[in-house]
């Protein structure tokens, strides 16, 4: 089967992304929050879409909700359930915030879609796109832009007070 390059090159940075990531969440389950933070540009920001909104502007920033949210945790509720990854829709592409936008269409940014759920079923989903870019010869994590965290019931979402972590 003929695939043109565009395409390939497309499936093959989606195949990087996804282990990449994969990469990143295991070393945040051996809490190993150094090699996590190394999956991360140090200028990676992160938006929470939901209400009430609230922007984290730094790898450090991020690291440091990630390193409270593992600590506060029990170890039942750090048993990681579902990951879903997959390749942005055209619609995904183009649903970056205006101020990124430029920043990404310049640095060749590419975003993988990532639905994740907390092995308890009482627990909490996190719908989020993560941007990537390539610095230093290897592709990082570079926006996080957070759509939903919250209960997994489904229509949780459109609860627009349920953030779980975070601040404005």
């Known amino acids: 089967m003929a695939t043109n390059s565009s395409t390939t090159n497309s499936l093959e940075i989606t195949r990087i992304l996804k282990q990449e990531y994969l990469l990143y969440l295991s070393a ?27 922007n984290l502007e730094s790898r450090d ?12 945790s029990s170890p039942q509720e750090q048993e990681r359930g579902k990951v879903e990854m997959r390749e ?20 060749g940014w590419e ?5 994740l759920e907390d092995k308890d079923e009482k627990g909490r989903r996190v719908e989020v796109v993560y941007w990537w870019r390539v610095e230093e010869g290897r592709w990082v994590q570079c926006f996080h832009d957070l759509l939903w965290v919250g209960p997994r019931e489904s229509g949780a979402e459109n609860n627009v007070g349920g953030a ?5």
């Open 28 to 54: 945040q389950d051996r809490h190993d929050m150094v090699s996590a933070a190394s999956f991360l540009s140090p200028s990676c920001r992160q938006l929470a879409r939901q209400t009430p909104t609230w």
């Open 61 to 72: 920033e991020i690291m440091a909700i990630l390193t409270s949210t593992r600590n506060m």
């Open 88 to 107: 942005l829709t055209p619609e995904e592409k183009g649903s970056l915030p205006d101020v990124e936008k430029e920043q990404a269409r310049k640095e």
């Open 111 to 115: 975003g993988l879609r990532v639905s």
């Open 164 to 168: 779980v972590f975070g601040r404005k």
